[in-house]
Structures are given as structure tokens and as C-alpha cells.
């Protein structure tokens, strides 16, 4: 089984960045790349980690 799915919630308390931004930039086409899961829209743990280092995060 595959580690848990993050939600918006947990990506914004993750990343430090307000839920309406993290939604901004997937509107965008920005930020990590987020899976829609029935209505809800979630994040792989391993995504988030690889999109931080493109950006040149810690």
C-alpha cells in the first residue's frame, strides 16, 4: 500500500501556504501535481517532495 494521500490542508500546513493559493496554482497549472480522487483532490507525498527540489527547496 502506498503512503497516505495528502489533502489540501495537510499540503498547506506542509508547504506554509494558504489552501486559496494552492488552489490558485493548480488553476494555474502551478505547484505540485494534485490527483482527483472522486471530488476531492489529493497529493502524493513523493510529488510534493520532487516539485520542492525542482524549485530549488530545502
Known sequence: MSPKLLTVTDLSDHLGVPVNTLYRWRTNGYGPAGRRIGK???YRPEDVDA???QQGGA
Open 51 to 53: 516539485w520542492v527540489e
Open 40 to 42: 476531492h483532490v489529493r
